[in-house]
């Protein structure tokens, strides 16, 4: 099958074209900037391209040809923009992506959302079912878009939504890169009692998900929450990367409120300036919020079957993290 991957050049989408062209496909990797070593997907076999979802011109290009869509494009830390930029890329973006398929005659359409719009989870573990209440606007958006492409299932396309939890791995220097390099340095400060649940998702987990959906019929129409089988609480995390790394961590708590007032602070100052803060809501967040998913969904009708445990997907992120000279 021929397969374009929007987000390709990112840390989810260029492991998801890996996947697809060691399956023989024929992968179109779009993003609007090139990722970390981007260069490997043409050595791969693959096509990259760059341009942004939000440029009409260049997402009539890159469907033509193509059986399926894997969506995974989407404004995510971007904290030096507007707010109307999420919706610009988040909601507009994947309306453009989703129009150019289904007039090109595009087979499926595969949205990658967030386990971010169930906000903090009142009563782990949630389930597709549970509350919407997104927190900020990444995770508004990225929710607003999932009616938008499920309404156009069986209108000529089939169409189904994901929602993954905390991806990781190796590949991506960022999203566990602060909890590693903390305990690396021996001493990773908590804030508040360390219970909030955290739902790790290893990078070919997920892949192995994106993959199971390739096939019609499987999983049309649907929602399905993506993780690994096993959420832990934020301190014991952080204690398995010290594992992770063979090394000791000193945990020393201190209270909640002060960051937090901190992290709006910082966010509300740097904003207008066009400067990343080095505290802000969201990551503060991570202290307090409950992200805990029941999976039973997906292992039923999608045969998800998360096969690389948290332990061992540390162990390898680790290993990653030092080869690269991350640590």
Same mark, same amino acid.
């Given at each position: 099958?021929?397969?374009?991957?929007?987000?390709? *050049?990112?840390? %989810? !989408?260029?492991?998801? +074209?890996?996947?697809?062209?060691?399956?023989? =496909? &024929? +992968?179109?990797?779009?993003?609007?900037?090139?990722?970390?070593? *981007?260069?490997?997907?043409?050595?791969?076999?693959?096509?990259? @391209?760059?341009?942004?979802? *939000?440029? /009409?011109?260049?997402?009539? /290009? +890159?469907?033509?040809?193509?059986?399926?869509? =894997?969506?995974?494009?989407?404004?995510?830390?971007?904290?030096?923009?507007?707010? %109307?930029?999420?919706?610009?890329?988040?909601?507009?973006?994947?309306?453009?992506?989703? &129009?150019?398929?289904? /007039?090109?005659?595009?087979?499926?359409?595969?949205? $990658?959302?967030?386990?971010?719009?169930?906000?903090?989870?009142? =009563?782990?573990?949630?389930?597709?079912?549970?509350?919407?209440?997104?927190?900020?606007?990444?995770?508004?958006?990225?929710?607003?878009?999932?009616?938008?492409?499920?309404?156009?299932?069986?209108?000529?396309?089939?169409?189904?939504?994901?929602?993954?939890?905390?991806?990781?791995?190796?590949?991506?220097?960022?999203?566990?890169?602060?909890?590693?390099?903390?305990?690396?340095?021996?001493?990773?400060?908590?804030?508040?009692?360390?219970?909030?649940?955290?739902?790790?998702?290893?990078?070919?987990?997920?892949?192995?998900?994106?993959?199971?959906?390739?096939?019609?019929? @499987?999983?049309? !129409? &649907?929602?399905? #929450?993506?993780?690994?089988?096993?959420?832990?609480?934020?301190?014991? #995390?952080?204690?398995?990367?010290?594992?992770?790394?063979?090394?000791?961590?000193?945990?020393? =708590?201190?209270?909640? #409120?002060?960051? %937090? +007032?901190?992290?709006?602070?910082?966010?509300?100052? $740097?904003?207008?300036?066009?400067? *990343?803060?080095?505290?802000?809501? /969201?990551?503060?967040?991570?202290?307090?919020?409950?992200?805990?998913?029941?999976? %039973?969904?997906?292992?039923?009708?999608?045969?998800?079957?998360?096969?690389?445990?948290?332990?061992?997907?540390?162990?390898?992120?680790?290993?990653?993290?030092?080869?690269?000279?991350?640590?």
């Amino acid at each position: 099958m021929k397969i374009l991957v929007t987000g390709g *050049t990112g840390f %989810s !989408g260029k492991a998801l +074209v890996k996947r697809l062209l060691d399956d023989k =496909h &024929q +992968v179109v990797a779009m993003d609007y900037k090139e990722g970390l070593k *981007t260069d490997e997907i043409k050595s791969w076999g693959g096509d990259v @391209v760059i341009g942004s979802v *939000t440029d /009409r011109a260049v997402v009539e /290009r +890159v469907v033509k040809g193509v059986d399926v869509v =894997h969506h995974l494009a989407a404004a995510f830390r971007e904290l030096d923009v507007p707010n %109307s930029y999420y919706e610009e890329v988040n909601i507009q973006g994947t309306l453009n992506v989703l &129009q150019a398929a289904k /007039r090109e005659g595009v087979k499926r359409f595969i949205y $990658c959302s967030t386990c971010g719009v169930h906000g903090n989870v009142e =009563h782990p573990p949630a389930a597709e079912s549970a509350p919407i209440k997104p927190a900020d606007y990444y995770q508004r958006t990225k929710y607003e878009a999932e009616p938008l492409v499920l309404a156009e299932h069986g209108k000529g396309i089939k169409a189904l939504v994901l929602r993954p939890a905390a991806i990781y791995g190796p590949g991506d220097p960022e999203r566990f890169g602060m909890i590693f390099r903390r305990v690396n340095k021996g001493v990773f400060p908590m804030f508040g009692d360390g219970k909030a649940l955290y739902h790790p998702l290893y990078i070919d987990n997920f892949v192995d998900a994106l993959c199971n959906v390739l096939r019609d019929g @499987v999983g049309d !129409g &649907q929602v399905y #929450l993506i993780a690994d089988e096993e959420y832990v609480e934020i301190e014991q #995390l952080v204690k398995k990367v010290a594992q992770a790394l063979q090394t000791e961590v000193r945990i020393p =708590h201190y209270p909640f #409120l002060p960051l %937090s +007032v901190a992290g709006h602070l910082m966010e509300w100052v $740097c904003k207008p300036l066009h400067i *990343t803060p080095p505290i802000f809501p /969201r990551r503060v967040d991570w202290y307090k919020q409950n992200r805990a998913f029941d999976i %039973s969904k997906a292992k039923q009708d999608l045969n998800y079957h998360p096969v690389v445990d948290l332990d061992e997907g540390l162990r390898r992120t680790a290993d990653w993290y030092r080869s690269e000279g991350y640590l």
